[in-house]
């Protein structure tokens, strides 16, 4: 044995096996036809073999309520490589390894779903096997009455080990909280930064946070930040993975429910930053802006509408102190249609918008987005009124690939989508009585995109207005890999 380690290459490959077997995700390889143009192979997403997945699905606390979680492992483009072995399902199932699944994956490109409850509680999506890869899902609850009325809606969340999180707050109708879920067998440790309108704040009992295997921990930020208006969170893992997601209760002046949703993680702090899916119609629209640099920083804010871009009179260069979050109102800016946000900075910065009906019944909130460079999925909960698929060409003209399934896995939309150079494009998605999936891909240019649900302008006396936003990012089998990649089989040969 110890003749066969002194070879380097035994070396690198025992190291890149080791690597892949305590991550449990994915090894990667290079394409089975590497592009000859040596420019185009470095800027060419070299596809992962992803053989395990984990994702962890977010539930509401309270009674009068109905939650699911929806899966889906996708069907992949036929030259995607997967992992070899049996077409294992792959299972819907609480935390405890004690309890038995309450749902499960039995086929791609089928959507698999959750037994409807009043109770709910965090559960998994996880397994391993062909199946894994491309798979995710999405942790839905709608309430007609009481504080969790209307809709909250998030993707099933991968763990990790750094996550951002803009537009909370602790001020007098808020009651925001963030939970850390952790999937694995071992203890976790977190450190949770925030940030508000006055700088960092020193909060020490929001750092040193242990999260005990396979269980879910809850952080009220009105106990470590009390009364702040806006606040952004930095989720740091300093030991484990975790898999946050931050629940947001919002209600009126006189104490009536104004909607319950979760906020989602946004991009990592950038120079150039996207906001995609601006919902259409009247309500509340506010940029949420964070910069946790230690220089004031300096942004250009651009919008990019259905008929171009744009920039806002009076707002066309925004300053924001060091380490302060802010807000701009924009419905008066977007004047009710659906758009995208583009911000250019001198300081790397983080962005979110948060939406609300024009009752102020009900919100979403949606992140920053990375460009798309890859297929991205997205499980749809049903949805009484239709959904609006939005993508955005911040620069050059862009085009992507648009394809929606129902839960059987029969084509309900397919078609080939072109944006204008610095505009956003609408797609309407019709209603429908049970979940479905999505599918996008990038083909030309550089986009971003979402889906945003909103209530119509009148509703029936009986109904509830249900405000969702969901952003696609690129499925980790097609995130893009820089440079020259290992490849496990040129130590074994």
Request: hydrophobic content about 40%; some cysteine; glycine content about 10%.
């Amino acid at each position: 044995m110890s003749s066969l380690l002194s070879d380097p290459r035994i070396r690198l490959g025992a190291c890149v096996l080791a690597m892949a077997a305590i991550g449990g995700l994915a090894v990667v390889t290079h394409p089975k036809q590497p592009d000859v143009n040596p420019q185009a192979a470095s800027q060419s997403p070299a596809r992962t073999v992803v053989n395990r997945t984990a994702l962890a699905c977010p539930a509401l606390t309270g009674d009068k309520q109905t939650s699911v979680v929806s899966g889906v492992a996708p069907v992949l483009p036929e030259d995607t490589p997967t992992a070899g072995g049996n077409a294992t399902p792959l299972s819907i199932s609480p935390l405890a390894t004690t309890s038995g699944p309450v749902g499960s994956l039995l086929v791609r490109g089928k959507i698999g779903s959750s037994t409807a409850t009043a109770k709910p509680e965090t559960l998994s999506i996880r397994g391993t096997g062909p199946m894994a890869a491309g798979t995710v899902g999405t942790s839905t609850t709608t309430s007609t009455t009481g504080v969790n009325s209307g809709m909250a809606s998030a993707p099933c969340q991968l763990p990790g080990s750094d996550f951002w999180y803009v537009g909370a707050s602790t001020a007098a109708g808020r009651r925001d909280v963030l939970t850390l879920t952790n999937l694995d067998s071992v203890n976790a440790a977190v450190n949770v930064t925030i940030y508000s309108n006055k700088g960092q704040l020193d909060l020490p009992n929001a750092r040193g946070l242990v999260i005990p295997a396979r269980s879910t921990y809850e952080l009220f930020l009105d106990q470590v930040a009390k009364s702040q208006k806006d606040l952004a969170l930095h989720v740091v893992s300093t030991g484990g993975r975790v898999a946050p997601a931050l629940r947001d209760y919002a209600s009126k002046a006189d104490k009536t429910p104004a909607g319950v949703d979760w906020i989602g993680p946004t991009a990592a702090p950038a120079t150039k930053v996207y906001v995609p899916g601006a919902a259409p119609g009247a309500g509340q629209r506010t940029l949420v802006l964070v910069n946790p640099t230690d220089l004031q920083a300096t942004i250009s804010l651009t919008v990019n509408g259905p008929n171009g871009p744009f920039k806002p009179a009076g707002l066309e260069t925004v300053r924001l102190p060091a380490g302060a979050v802010s807000t701009i109102k924009l419905e008066d800016v977007l004047h009710g249609d659906a758009s995208g946000i583009s911000l250019v900075s001198d300081q790397p910065v983080a962005a979110s918008l948060r939406m609300a009906d024009k009752s102020g019944s009900d919100f979403a909130s949606i992140g920053g987005a990375e460009v798309l460079t890859g297929p991205a999925y997205l499980v749809l909960p049903a949805h009484k009124e239709q959904a609006l698929f939005q993508v955005t060409a911040p620069g050059k003209a862009s085009s992507v690939k648009l394809d929606l399934h129902d839960a059987a896995g029969k084509s309900l939309l397919s078609r080939a989508v072109d944006v204008v150079a610095g505009s956003t494009t609408q797609i309407a998605l019709k209603a429908a009585s049970g979940p479905t999936y999505l599918t996008v891909e990038q083909t030309r240019g550089t986009v971003v995109a979402g889906v945003t649900l909103m209530p119509p302008k009148k509703l029936d006396d009986d109904d509830t207005a249900q405000v969702a936003a969901w952003p696609l990012s690129t499925s980790l089998v097609f995130r893009a890999q820089l440079g020259a990649q290992p490849d496990v089989r040129a130590a074994l040969r």
